[in-house]
């Protein structure tokens, strides 16, 4: 290795070539891609390194858009929204919101293929089987089902699994991972006696097994799109302003259990 490429070598990347007067990502001039490749359809290439067009890039699109946002009860929203009044700037108060997604918030899409993916090796008649594993291993919660305010339905679900249906009628995908989903969410209810909906993780992650995703990548992408929402919460409590806002008003006090 010469003392040069000792330097160069550092850091490697397929991802961006440069030099003074050009840009290219992933093989292309970016003139080439600005103004002709969608933004969606940019982060798949960027991520990826592969193009997604037709259906498949209407349902990576569509899973980025229905993702985006889910109010300030939502933690990395309300941590986005209090930081946002602490002076901190706008970027700063985005990454508060972006470093609440971990296992348990933001975390369960990437569960969810991994779960489908078990199933599918398996075969769809050993699905009550590999949930009981699932459960033995991590806990009772089913990653990507059942909701604690939307209900019978997580309104997001029936579109995104509409739309994988027409993309698999269409030879785009398999479908394989949206039967697996409802047979899964088929289960629930026939073992707790009433509907426990497919939430907004499970749909999404059912479109991101369909699309080859591993699973962080799937957890990658939902941060990604929640993001956006986190921004523009952002924003708008920087505009509304406040100062040092708390997760409650101030009249209301928290429950002390010491002596």
């Not at 946002?69 to 929203?77: V, Y």
């Amino acid at each position: 290795m010469t003392e040069c490429n000792d330097v160069k070598d550092w850091w490697r990347t397929s991802i961006i070539d440069m030099e003074p007067g050009r840009i290219a990502l992933r093989g292309t001039p970016v003139e080439e891609l600005i103004g002709n490749v969608s933004f969606a359809r940019m982060i798949w290439l960027m991520v990826t390194g592969e193009q997604i067009e037709g259906p498949r890039a209407t349902l990576f699109e569509a899973a980025l858009v229905s993702a985006v946002d889910h109010g300030p009860q939502a933690p990395s929203i309300a941590a986005a929204r209090m930081a946002a009044t602490c002076g901190i700037g706008l970027q700063s108060a985005m990454a508060t919101g972006l470093n609440m997604l971990g296992d348990v918030h933001g975390g369960a899409g990437e569960q969810a293929v991994a779960l489908y993916r078990q199933i599918e090796a398996a075969g769809l008649d050993a699905l009550p089987r590999v949930l009981n594993d699932w459960r033995a291993e991590h806990g009772k919660f089913i990653p990507g089902f059942g909701h604690r305010f939307h209900k019978p339905v997580d309104p997001r679900a029936p579109r995104l699994l509409g739309l994988v249906d027409e993309a698999a009628e269409a030879g785009a995908v398999s479908g394989v991972y949206a039967q697996i989903g409802r047979g899964i969410e088929a289960h629930l209810a026939e073992e707790r006696g009433k509907p426990v909906p497919m939430n907004i993780d499970g749909a999404t992650a059912v479109i991101y097994a369909e699309l080859g995703c591993p699973p962080p990548l799937a957890r990658g992408f939902f941060g990604l799109s929640r993001s956006v929402g986190i921004l523009a919460h952002a924003w708008e409590q920087t505009e509304q302003g406040g100062r040092n806002k708390g997760p409650t008003p101030p009249a209301y006090r928290w429950t002390y259990d010491g002596d």
